[in-house]
């Protein structure tokens, strides 16, 4: 079965701070992990995906296959970071994904 | 817009109607997701499509729910006698396997809320 945990409902930083939101997947193939934003009153996008290795908007995430995490970190949030963050994982065959219940994130000035 | 899109936006039924929700994907896109998201909780998968063949549904998907994408294009969800409990945003995304690219991109929702 395929579960996807974020453990914070909510986390709150200062602007210039480092942020870390965590994610624990449990899957028995080789999962595909994302994590996507939603913005206030906008509709839900990619961040970014493992298999990219990127930084986006100064985020990374690491999958971490012997802790079964992908948690996304950036080192100074800012407060247009500000948002709700889900983690997702999509089975091998690109079918079937699982969210996370998401984070929301608030950075404060 | 390329965009994903769907309709309605907001969707007011009472109980024991019908309805009907339309899901218009990034056009080069053959792949189809339907989901469900209740307030506080991720998405939940209901189905999707690889062209016009269905071929995963969730066990959420109650035989009062069914999806269709008749020419691999745009998709319909149905849901009939709608009850209570499935007032919801429902989400429509869509994705390219071209080159692997196994990213989703989302419509804005159809909110449903039945009386």
């Known amino acids: 079965a395929q579960r996807v945990t974020q453990p914070e409902k909510l986390l709150s930083v200062f602007k210039g701070a480092p942020v870390e939101l965590k994610c624990n997947y449990s899957?028995?193939?080789?999962?595909?992990l994302f994590w996507y934003v939603q913005y206030s009153r906008q509709r839900l996008q990619l961040l970014l995906r493992?298999?990219s290795r990127e930084s986006i908007k100064g985020f990374t995430a690491d999958l971490n296959k012997g802790e079964t995490s992908f948690h996304l970190k950036k080192p100074f949030a800012q407060e247009e970071d500000s948002a709700m963050y889900y983690c997702a994982l999509s089975n091998t065959n690109a079918g079937k994904s699982t969210f996370g219940d998401g984070t929301t994130l608030t950075v404060k000035p | 817009d390329t965009g994903v899109s769907q309709n309605p936006r907001h969707k007011i039924t009472k109980r024991g109607q019908n309805v009907t929700f339309r899901c218009d994907p990034i056009?080069?896109?053959?792949?189809l997701y339907w989901y469900r998201q209740t307030l506080g909780q991720g998405p939940e998968f209901l189905t999707y499509f690889q062209n016009e063949a269905q071929l995963e549904k969730s066990r959420l998907l109650s035989d009062r729910f069914s999806a269709e994408r008749p020419k691999g294009s745009f998709s319909t969800l149905e849901i009939q006698r709608t009850e209570q409990g499935d007032s919801a945003m429902y989400l429509c995304a869509s994705s390219g396997v071209a080159s692997g690219a196994r990213e989703q991109f989302f419509g804005p929702g159809t909110r449903l809320t039945v009386l």
């Open positions: 056009s080069e896109h053959n792949r």
């Open positions: 899957y028995s193939g080789s999962p595909e």
């Open positions: 493992h298999i």
